[in-house]
């Protein structure tokens, strides 16, 4: 069991008000709230060693490279990579897919094939889109059903010689579902395409272990796991890693330039060009430790106490339809009260202290297939309490009173 009370006074943001009342935060599917020693890791770089890596002899760019590569070491461990050097930093998510996207433009022809899922986020869909468009290449996507799961058997026929790649969410953002990707990741190998995973809702909730997947490709972003923005993680098998091309050109990622020819740098450096950020990449190790201090399997043990309460709580509201009720799923409701437009919910229970996100969640094909223009969706975190749902559930009933 965790100790809620100690967990929340780790988080000095959950003491504050907002609008007059006490901050309800259920917007952890966009961006998680951040521990004392976080913040306080960031601020100490910055005090003490900060310095641009790889590059200075000097002792505080000896003392930042590292500390950079002692993060790239435990996130290595983390995710349960091989190599420390086929663990790439970025800027997020949104960085790895466009790294991996872009380096397929060498590798794709006319009449190739891109399987995506039709729960994916924008992220996993529009990077693809503009790869096809260069190429050639056609995509074709893994449709879901009502209940927000993928249709497996309709991935089954989807597959062939033709496939390339698969990228699909471990976790879908908008409705909470977890996908099926081990078995994916077998299907896809077994006609010998390559795979990538969208870990960005995944790694909050659960410990990614790479090497069991046997997935060519997994990222996400250090800010939903507690990190700093700006920050994320492509894992990419070695083989593939040496494959791909460079997403960037421009200082650190190269062995030798010259005006007739320039020669890349060995792995990681080759997909790391320029500047980083250094506190963010080091402080993004801080996070992972904090959370692995709680315990993966005690996080996903209390959120899952978390959405039953939370689902059965809603449940009691006249007129509300929870969307994605998927059998397996993580700490997401999504959900519509008949007759009324979700912003104007989201607008009213922020006058509360609560914050949700309402809309279509950058997930606007999951929209379209249900058919509405968004819905609200309050994610929960392991920092999180019944307590508070019980303050937003009452806060929904208001609004829908003021509403009908």
């Known amino acids: 069991m965790l100790d809620i009370n100690k967990i929340r006074a780790d988080f000095p943001i959950l003491t504050q008000k907002v609008n007059g009342k006490p901050l309800v935060y259920f917007d952890n599917g966009a961006t998680s709230q951040k521990p004392k020693v976080v913040i306080d890791a960031i601020t100490k770089y910055y005090e003490e060693i900060n310095a641009n890596i790889h590059r200075g002899v000097h002792t505080l760019s000896q003392l930042a490279t590292d500390a950079y590569e002692v993060s790239r070491g435990k996130i290595q461990s983390h995710i349960n990579a091989k190599f420390p050097y086929e663990v790439i930093f970025t800027s997020g998510t949104t960085h790895g897919i466009n790294a991996v996207a872009n380096g397929f433009t060498s590798i794709l022809k006319e009449g190739d094939e891109v399987l995506v899922s039709a729960l994916e986020h924008h992220s996993n869909i529009v990077p693809w889109q503009m790869l096809c468009e260069k190429t050639g290449a056609i995509l074709k996507v893994i449709p879901m059903n009502t209940e927000g799961e993928l249709i497996v058997s309709e991935f089954d026929k989807l597959l062939s010689e033709k496939t390339k790649i698969v ?33 960005a809702q995944a790694v909050p909730h659960l410990k990614p272990d790479v090497q069991d997947l046997d997935c060519d490709f997994y990222v996400f972003s250090g800010h939903k796991i507690c990190g700093p923005t700006g920050t994320g993680i492509l894992y990419g098998k070695e083989e593939w890693l040496r494959k791909l091309p460079p997403y960037q050109g421009g200082g650190e990622m190269i062995a030798t330039v010259s005006f007739e020819k320039t020669t890349y740098a060995d792995l990681p450096h080759k997909f790391e060009a320029g500047t980083p950020n250094i506190a963010g990449g080091i402080v993004l190790g801080t996070a992972i430790d904090y959370l692995n201090e709680i315990g993966f399997e005690n996080i996903a043990a209390y959120e899952h106490e978390l959405l039953e309460y939370g689902t059965k709580r809603l449940l009691e509201i006249d007129g509300l339809k929870i969307y994605g009720t998927a059998k397996e799923k993580t700490s997401v409701i999504s959900f519509n009260i008949e007759g009324i437009h979700p912003y104007d919910i989201g607008t009213i229970i922020d006058k509360l202290g609560i914050a949700v996100r309402t809309g279509h969640h950058c997930a606007q094909p999951i929209m379209d297939f249900y058919k509405i223009p968004g819905t609200i969706r309050a994610s929960f975190a392991f920092y999180n309490s019944k307590e508070e749902i019980d303050i937003f559930v009452e806060a929904v009933k208001k609004a829908q009173m003021m509403l009908s």
């Open 167 to 199: 990228t699909v969410n471990h976790i879908s953002n908008a409705l909470g579902t977890l996908n099926p990707v081990k078995y994916i990741i077998d299907k896809a190998h077994q006609v010998g395409a390559a795979i990538l995973i969208d870990g």
